[in-house]
Structures are given as C-alpha cells and as structure tokens.
C-alpha cells in the first residue's frame, strides 16, 4: 500500500518535474528571439570597451584559430581587445611549442591581441584570470575600470561573431549592471562526434542535448527569475549560477570582488557569491557555440568535476562569510536558503538515473495501471529534449552556426535517446559524491 503510493508520487513527480522544464525551454526560447530585433536595430549611445580574456592551458592545437574566430567578432576594434592568458604549468613539458610560445608570438603578430603569463605552477583558469585583472593596468594604464568589461571565452567557445554587439546593446539599457551573462548551446562539435561513426555517438549528442537543454530549463530560467522587479521569497533565494565562457564582468567589480582562489569549478562558485551580494545578473539573448564531450571519457570526467559545483554549497557559504562578509546585506538565513537551493540543484543531477530505474522496475513489476503511469513518466523524458529539436536550427542561428547542415529529422532521432540517456545520467555523479575529494 505505502509502496504503491511512493511509487504514484514519483511518476507524477517526474511527469511534472518533465513538463516544468519543457514549458521553461519554451519561454528560454522565446527570450532568445529577442536576438533577431538586438541584430537589426542599434541602441544609440557609446560601445563599452570589452576585453576579451582567453584563460588557456595547453590549448597549442587550437588556441591560433580561436584568437582569430574572436578578432572577427562584429564589433568595433577600436573599442576591444584580447588578451590570451597562459600558466607556468606548461613549461613543465619541454622540447615542444607549447600555448606560452604561441601565445607570444600572436601578440607580436596583431595589436589588438597581447598575452599575460600567470608566473605559478599552482592555481587554475580562476587564478589566471584573477592575475590577469591585476596586470590588465600595467597593459593599459589609462584605462578606465568602470567603464570596461572582461569577456570571458574558452579556447574551444565559438560564440555568435554578434555576441560583443549584442552585449552592447543590452548594456546600454542596464548600464549600472556588473555582470551580464551569455550562455552556451552544445553543438559545435555535432558534425565532428556525429561522423565518428561510434556506437556511442548517438548517446554523446544526446549528452550534448541534455547540456543545451540545461541552459534552457535551468541556467537561463533561474537568472530571469532573479531580475524580476517584483521578487517572492523563492526567486530572492534561488541560486543562479554563472557560467566560465560567456561571462561579461565590469573590470572594477572583477578587481573588488575576484574568483576564489585556486578553485574549480570556478563559475558555480562565482554565482553563489553573485547571489549573496544580491548582484543581478543580466542574461544576454545570444548563444555561445560550445563542444560537448566527444568520447564517453570526457563526459563522465566533465559530469564528475561539474558536480562539485552545486554539491560543495557548504563550501560557499563559509567562503562568503569570511571573505566577503555579505552576510552583513544578506543575512545567515539567507546564506542558508541559499544553500538549499543549490543543493536542491544538486538533487537532481544526483536521482535523476534512480528514478528511471525505479520507474523501469516499476513497468516491469507493478499492476497495470502503476506500470502505465510509469511509461508515461518515462516517456515524458523526451518532452524537453522534442522541443529542443523542433527549435534546434534556430538555436544553431543564435549561436552563430549558421553554416552547420542538419537533417530535419535527425534532432528528433537523438531527443527520443533521452529516455536510455536518463538511466545513465547520474553515474559520474554519483562517483563525484562518494569518490572524489572535495
């Protein structure tokens, strides 16, 4: 009798849960149409200066044609820069050109490209891009902090070559904001992990759906939620975090308020500190095209280290009252809820494989009507992942891909690999929970 309600709860659970994060993706998509009416109409008023930073880390193979995808960015020269950002750690391997070589030799070659080295072989892309904050006045001494603002990419990012114009025009209606946020669809890689011809590729699109499908459902939803004018108890304490590639930060705020020292990942982190502060976060309605893991050893690496984020909350919160005392402007209580927020977040990337399992049990081993309502649980999986699909070239215009040939077909082939992808989803996880040290 208990178990059949237990059971009752969790299919009607996922189902809704299912639903929740389908009518989410929508109204993220619907918020990223607002890109097309930014392309056409100019906002008057002067650009910002952006820098671009590109924290690096033997990166020797593509680091040359990401300093030029970023130099074609539509915007205007005078008013950006790039800066390549390398780490004593590479000179540890000698005898080969590494990322330092070329970074140096890039900066010689354009003037709008120069290169800061971080000196420690201790540390990580946090502490490189809190260096180069610190160095960025030697580079350009008559700079002025306030008025500009650090974009950081990745060596892999191919972000929308309108995503600095964008950025501008969004700024200038919200010029006192400090962080602006663009997020990441995963399909750069599509053609290259789809022409693998792997008897895993289809489940590592499907890993590449789940990740965009994350931006939609979650990171952009949660950040829109925080910038309401009205706020509930529940938007005031959600944790919105921010993402390491597509982040804009005005350079005065970067300098008072750094990356924690020494610590990945560095972004979830960044957001718990950003919602302590009570700092809106300013999503911005174009796309960086990002790769997603091209073997099943990059995605249970990445999964597992990602998870560390959202699952070390407890971590932040002493972080946040020792260093910077924003207790004082959000109280303990706060901090709290906080807390339960991410780990709420945590939550579901943890049970989202044992439900499928126990909802597979359930088909298997429950009366009739039971093991119907678990089907329909389980096949409600691929409602997010469908509308995905359906808007999935689109996203790619959004991103910048516009080149990219997809069948039409083919997006709905990989959302309907949601349902075996979900029995897999929290394996790294799980391995992050119990074996990695945090």
Same mark, same amino acid.
């Given at each position: 009798m208990y178990l059949a309600i237990i059971l009752y709860i969790i299919s009607l659970g996922v189902i809704l849960?299912?639903?929740?994060?389908?009518?989410?993706?929508?109204?993220?998509?619907?918020?990223? $149409?607002? /890109?097309?009416?930014?392309?056409?109409?100019?906002?008057?008023?002067?650009?910002?200066?952006?820098?671009?930073?590109?924290?690096?880390?033997?990166?020797?193979?593509?680091?040359?044609?990401?300093?030029?995808?970023?130099?074609?960015?539509? /915007?205007?020269? %005078?008013?950006?820069?790039?800066?390549?950002?390398?780490?004593?750690?590479?000179?540890?391997?000698?005898?080969?050109?590494?990322?330092?070589?070329?970074?140096?030799?890039?900066?010689?070659?354009h003037k709008d490209v120069d290169h800061i080295h971080y000196p420690l072989?201790?540390?990580?892309?946090?502490?490189?891009?809190?260096?180069?904050?610190d160095e960025i006045k030697n580079l350009y001494?008559?700079?002025?902090?306030?008025?500009?603002?650090?974009?950081? /990419?990745?060596?892999?990012?191919?972000?929308?070559?309108?995503?600095?114009?964008?950025?501008?025009?969004?700024?200038?209606?919200?010029?006192?904001?400090?962080?602006?946020?663009?997020?990441?669809?995963?399909?750069?890689?599509?053609?290259e992990v789809k022409g693998k011809n792997s008897p895993f590729s289809g489940f590592l699109l499907a890993a590449g759906f789940e990740q965009t499908l994350y931006t939609l459902a979650y990171e952009i939803p949660k950040i829109i939620r925080k910038n309401k004018v009205r706020k509930n108890i529940i938007d005031r304490y959600t944790y919105a975090h921010v993402v390491g590639h597509g982040l804009f930060l005005r350079l005065s705020f970067a300098k008072k308020y750094p990356f924690p020292k020494n610590y990945y990942p560095e972004d979830m982190f960044y957001g718990f500190i950003l919602d302590a502060l009570e700092e809106s976060i300013i999503p911005l309605p174009v796309l960086d095209s990002s790769d997603h893991p091209a073997t099943l050893k990059e995605w249970f690496r990445q999964k597992s280290l990602w998870f560390k984020g959202p699952f070390n909350f407890l971590v932040y919160k002493r972080y946040v009252k020792k260093e910077i005392n924003a207790s004082r402007r959000f109280k303990d209580i706060g901090l709290d809820l906080l807390c339960i927020s991410a780990w709420y977040a945590a939550l579901g990337w943890f049970t989202k494989s044992i439900l499928a399992l126990i909802l597979l049990l359930t088909i298997l081993y429950?009366?009739?009507?039971?093991? $119907?309502?678990?089907?329909?649980?389980?096949?409600?999986?691929?409602?997010?992942?469908?509308?995905?699909? %359906?808007?999935?070239?689109?996203?790619?215009?959004?991103?910048?891909?516009?080149?990219?040939?997809?069948?039409l077909i083919e997006p709905y082939f990989i959302a309907f690999l949601a349902i075996p992808y979900a029995f897999v989803h929290s394996l790294p996880t799980i391995y992050s929970a119990f074996f990695i040290k945090k």
């Open positions: 849960l299912n639903i929740s994060n389908l009518l989410k993706a929508m109204n993220s998509i619907r918020f990223l $149409r607002k /890109y097309f009416t930014l392309t056409k109409n100019k906002i008057s008023g002067e650009n910002p200066y952006v820098i671009v930073l590109l924290p690096v880390l033997n990166e020797q193979k593509i680091i040359k044609s990401t300093t030029e995808y970023m130099r074609s960015f539509n /915007y205007p020269k %005078e008013r950006r820069k790039i800066i390549i950002i390398t780490t004593e750690k590479e000179k540890k391997k000698k005898n080969r050109e590494n990322t330092v070589d070329i970074a140096e030799k890039l900066s010689k070659l072989t201790v540390g990580c892309k946090a502490d490189q891009i809190n260096h180069a904050v001494p008559s700079l002025d902090y306030g008025g500009t603002f650090i974009a950081i /990419y990745d060596a892999d990012s191919r972000p929308n070559p309108d995503s600095l114009h964008i950025f501008s025009q969004i700024y200038k209606k919200n010029r006192k904001a400090n962080v602006f946020q663009q997020s990441a669809s995963f399909e750069n890689n599509y053609m429950a009366d009739a009507f039971l093991a $119907r309502l678990a089907v329909i649980a389980l096949i409600s999986y691929v409602l997010p992942s469908l509308i995905l699909a %359906e808007n999935f070239v689109f996203l790619l215009k959004v991103s910048g891909k516009i080149d990219t040939k997809i069948s």
